[in-house]
């Protein structure tokens, strides 16, 4: 299957500043990327969908100035969360998809803890 | 209101034992079904069902969709505790730009 890597994998960081997670299709092109995050025990959370070239469109409930997502090419998306605060920490996922298909793959997760 | 329940939400086996995971959709123009593992990190897809009857296969591992009936079966047979993690259902509407409408996660737990 094709291939998303998610950078970093674990992130701690100081309340008030800012970080930025990676998310790389290495072998196909991802016209759309999902971001998600995932709280202990509990399913995965769509926080927005990004299509490349266009601005990401976001679930209600997530706050786009905090969560600043870029998809400027086929190969990257990055999700920056800003001013981070304790209750930010959670675990990120990114998936992708090439066109039309149904298919996504998952990046690795980034595990980001704010202190 | 669109959901997906899965079934049971925690499960305790023996190595060797065969285990039947459920997943139950109510979703408005439903285009596929997706099964999921999720062990430490993000989950790694396994199955991907959108017709009806037909069993898609992996090893130990199998599943099938009833769209009359509106769910799924995950079946594992010969478990071994690397089989230990969260299952995770999720369905595709039609139109939906693959916005994944996700159950809550069956864990599984394998004894040796």
């Known amino acids: 299957g094709a291939v998303v890597s998610q950078h970093p994998s674990w992130v701690i960081c100081k309340s008030g500043t800012s970080v930025k997670i990676e998310c790389r299709s290495l072998?196909?092109?991802?016209?759309?990327m999902f971001w998600y995050r995932q709280f202990p025990k509990q399913s995965l959370m769509l926080m927005a969908t990004?299509?490349?070239?266009?601005?990401?469109?976001?679930e209600q409930g997530v706050e786009k100035d905090k969560f600043l997502i870029n998809h400027a090419s086929l190969t990257l998306s990055t999700l920056t969360v800003t001013s981070a605060h304790p209750e930010d920490s959670s675990f990120y996922i990114c998936?992708?998809?090439?066109?039309?298909?149904?298919?996504?793959?998952f990046g690795q997760g980034t595990r980001l803890t704010v202190v | 209101e669109d959901k997906v329940v899965q079934s049971p939400l925690s499960l305790v086996v023996h190595e060797g034992d065969t285990v039947t995971l459920n997943c139950s959709y109510e979703?408005?123009?439903?285009?596929?079904l997706l099964w999921y593992k999720q062990e430490k990190k993000a989950p790694t897809f396994l199955f991907m069902l959108?017709?009806s009857g037909i069993e898609k296969k992996s090893g130990r591992l199998s599943s099938i969709l009833d769209k009359k009936e509106l769910f799924s079966i995950l079946n594992i047979t010969a478990t071994q505790t690397g089989d230990s993690a969260v299952y995770l259902c999720?369905?595709?509407?039609?139109?939906?730009?693959?916005?994944?409408?996700w159950g809550a996660g069956t864990k599984l737990i394998i004894k040796p």
């Open positions: 998936s992708a998809k090439q066109g039309p298909t149904l298919e996504a793959f």
């Open positions: 072998d196909f092109q991802a016209t759309t």
């Open positions: 990004s299509n490349e070239g266009s601005k990401a469109t976001y």
């Open positions: 979703v408005t123009n439903f285009r596929s």
């Open positions: 959108t017709s």
């Open positions: 999720a369905v595709v509407p039609i139109d939906s730009n693959y916005q994944l409408i």
